[in-house]
């Protein structure tokens, strides 16, 4: 495993970093689960990333992950660094949602009581929330980090104008601005506008999410959407009409070069994002462990030619998903 330091201080994150969003709460299989966080782990992953709604139902892939640290890695607690994030709708009434201290306050201490943590490595607030003053929302965060709930925070999705406020407010009571997630991919290079320069600026490091697109970028849809998958999910984020023919033979020009570099699609577009030396860790979600394998096997070759990465605009001529 390759490791980066995060923007201007001292951690190092691993390049690839697993998430659990998907696949890893109550309603997924207990076993699949503990077999991808403990393959992670021996594979040099030590990032794990959470968020307090990650499910399904919601908080339940971190209790299941602090079910699997205490049975299987508990003496490891110091090898790894666990994130978890508050920001979106956890449970019913005005204190369940957004970005208020009151919010804030509350979602951590539920975290630290699923996951059995005394403490999480990196808090994020999870989206920002123009209902609440950024002061109040950074303010929760400094103090979390004073009673040592966290040692470092971040923030996720949010605007530039908005993460410059945020990052600023908590620089100036010295608790910078660790790390900012954002979705980035082949599909998704908004980042590049803005918010990659304003982490640099403040010395924050970046990690993307979602760098596979919600997986169409491997070689799942190039003969159609495939019956349990994403796309063919009614609940899932990837709907079946953003799957468009435009974006499939984009695709399928991609994976055609991913064959000349000898990996495949998703090798290929994980690598691309890793390309940028902004970029210090990118995050995977991952169906079983021989997916897991495969996202790691990105780090077998980072480089890109300077006519690779001029075809692959050229092939994604500013598409978006």
Not at 67 to 82: G, N, Q, V, Y
Not at 231 to 252: I, R
Request: glycine fraction near 8%.
């Amino acid at each position: 495993m390759e490791y980066a330091y995060c923007g201007n201080s001292g951690l190092q994150l691993p390049r690839i970093s697993l998430g659990l969003w998907h696949n890893f709460g109550f309603a997924d299989d207990y076993d699949t689960a503990r077999e991808m966080i403990l393959y992670a782990f021996e594979q040099g992953v030590t990032h794990f990333d959470l968020a307090n709604n990650y499910g399904p139902p919601p908080g339940s892939a971190e209790s299941n992950f602090g079910m699997i640290l205490k049975d299987h890695l508990s003496s490891h607690r110091d090898e790894m660094i666990i994130s978890s994030k508050a920001g979106h709708l956890m449970w019913e009434g005005p204190y369940g949602d957004g970005s208020s201290r009151k919010y804030l306050m509350a979602s951590i201490n539920q975290s630290l009581k699923r996951t059995g943590l005394d403490y999480f490595d990196i808090f994020y607030s999870h989206r920002f929330d123009p209902l609440t003053p950024i002061e109040e929302t950074m303010q929760a965060l400094v103090d979390i980090v004073r009673a040592g709930k966290a040692l470092y925070v971040g923030i996720s999705k949010y605007p530039p104008v908005e993460a410059r406020r945020a990052m600023r407010y908590l620089a100036e009571r010295d608790v910078p601005c660790l790390i900012f997630q954002d979705k980035y991919s082949m599909f998704n290079r908004k980042p590049e506008q803005e918010i990659l320069g304003v982490t640099s600026e403040f010395g924050s490091g970046f990690i993307a999410f979602s760098p596979l697109a919600q997986g169409l970028l491997t070689d799942k849809y190039l003969h159609g959407i495939p019956e349990y998958s994403r796309a063919a999910d009614p609940a899932g984020f990837l709907k079946k009409e953003q799957v468009s023919q435009s974006l499939v033979e984009k695709v399928s020009r991609l994976n055609a070069l991913a064959g000349e570099r000898g990996e495949t699609m998703a090798e290929m577009a994980l690598a691309w994002v890793l390309r940028d030396e902004r970029v210090t860790s990118l995050i995977v979600g991952s169906r079983n462990v021989a997916q897991l394998k495969d996202n790691l096997k990105a780090l077998d070759n980072l480089s890109f030619t300077q006519e690779e990465l001029s075809l692959i605009d050229q092939i994604l001529d500013g598409a978006t998903l």
